[in-house]
């Protein structure tokens, strides 16, 4: 079972990225294998903020923790 604490830590790891375009990512559960975040700064507004959260965030995640069965964002 895949906890909050393991995301986190691979979160942190792509934090940088978010934050060189002024955005960032807040991680606010873990059920079922689906990982509940909260875009912010520039990711919370952007156009592309579906794109960032499926093939960048999801896939990165996926990757690196097989267990994640997909991550979805929740309203601000």
Do not use: H, Y
């Not at 952007?46 to 309203?75: D, Y």
């Amino acid at each position: 079972m895949i906890t909050a604490e393991q995301v986190q830590k691979e979160l942190d790891k792509i934090r940088p990225s978010l934050q060189m375009d002024g955005g960032d990512v807040e991680l606010i559960d873990v059920e079922d294998g689906v990982v509940k975040v909260k875009l912010q700064g520039a990711c919370a507004g952007c156009a592309f903020s579906q794109m960032t959260l499926k093939n960048g965030i999801e896939r990165f995640l996926k990757e690196k923790l097989p267990e994640v069965k997909g991550v979805v964002s929740v309203p601000q």
